[in-house]
């Protein structure tokens, strides 16, 4: 099965952080981050952690 996540603001990466490697684990999932709002100093910390 593929699953694709697209995620575009901060708080949908904190929301989604708990499913992202489940689906990983389960799928083959890729994650789409269409950079709405995006700022390096507020975004890589939480990329970091997924």
């Known amino acids: ?3 694709m996540t697209v ?3 901060r708080p949908e990466i904190i929301r989604l952080s708990r499913i ?3 689906l990983d684990s389960l ?3 890729v994650l ?3 950079g709405q ?3 390096t100093r507020l975004s890589d910390i939480f990329f970091a952690d997924l």
């Open 1 to 3: 099965m593929k699953i």
């Open 7 to 9: 995620l575009g603001t």
């Open 27 to 29: 799928a083959d999932h």
């Open 37 to 39: 709002n995006f700022d």
């Open 32 to 34: 789409v981050h269409t």
């Open 20 to 22: 992202i490697p489940q």
